[in-house]
């Protein structure tokens, strides 16, 4: 019912900033909650943030709050991730999904999920 597409991952030095796209289609994009996920290699799938249908509510997990800003435009189906003060533990690949409801912060609330990309960190 809805195909997202992520893009505005790269490379980029420690402290330095990305914003995270995702493109949703459909009409209905403002019947979702959006999320954003990554994933290490060899790592699990953790939760990142998410937004409310109206954008009145983020939730963050506790390692990125104060540096990150999810954001919705339901005009323009587009859901971003503003990424400040990167660092290295932040690599990963960034994947965006879709909820019809649920616990915001489980990957099993998610119904959508976009192909990913990759943020990579050095320093």
């Known amino acids: 019912q809805v195909q997202l597409v992520e893009s505005g991952g790269g490379l980029v030095q420690a402290g330095g900033s990305l914003r995270l796209s995702c493109a949703a289609s459909?009409?209905?994009?403002?019947?979702?909650?959006m999320g954003w996920f990554r994933q290490a290699p060899g790592k699990e799938r953790e939760f990142v943030a998410s937004?409310?249908?109206?954008?009145?509510?983020?939730y963050y997990r506790d390692s990125v709050k104060g540096r990150f800003t999810i954001s919705r435009d339901n005009a323009k189906n587009t859901v971003y991730l503003q990424m400040n003060s990167l660092k290295p533990e932040d690599t990963a690949v960034y994947y965006c999904?879709?909820?019809?409801?649920?616990?915001?912060?489980?990957?099993?609330?998610?119904?959508?999920w976009g192909q990913g990309t990759q943020v990579t960190v050095s320093s």
């Open positions: 459909g009409r209905t994009f403002s019947s979702y909650i």
């Open positions: 999904a879709a909820s019809h409801g649920g616990r915001y912060d489980y990957y099993g609330s998610y119904n959508y």
């Open positions: 937004i409310t249908r109206s954008g009145a509510y983020t």
